[in-house]
Nanobody, 124 residues
């Protein structure tokens, strides 16, 4: 069983940056990792996904602004958020998918493990 703990959220002005971290209690070498977000009143949506070999997928709304990366030696996945906009405000979750493929069509229900989330608030 894998436990995931996110950190790095906070309050930032529009145009600013944050770096989120997701520390896993077990190895992430054989799984794909995703960052999701959920804003109030909205569905949870995929932000970015990375396989253990480093292949990535991004939502169109964040491509070019956010970067997902992973460190298998530290069992940690990162999400660098740049050029933040107020519409990026949400709770951000990391999750582990046992199917280690580069497939942006994988649904939230396919991810077996979830963190507790970290709040990102972007002020205008």
């Amino acid at each position: 069983q894998v436990q995931l703990v996110e950190s790095g959220g906070g309050l930032v002005q529009a145009g600013g940056s944050l770096r989120l971290s997701c520390a896993a209690s077990g190895s992430i070498f054989t799984v794909a990792m995703g960052w999701y977000r959920q804003a109030p009143g909205k569905q949870r949506e995929l932000v970015a996904r990375i396989t253990s070999s480093g292949d990535t997928n991004y939502a169109d709304s964040v491509r070019g602004r956010f970067t997902i990366s992973g460190d298998n030696t530290k069992n940690t996945v990162y999400l660098q958020l740049n050029s933040l906009k107020p519409e990026d405000t949400a709770v951000y979750y990391c999750a582990a998918d046992p199917l280690n493929v580069c497939d942006e069509l994988r649904q939230a229900r396919h991810y077996d493990y979830w963190g507790q989330g970290t709040q990102v608030t972007v002020s205008s």
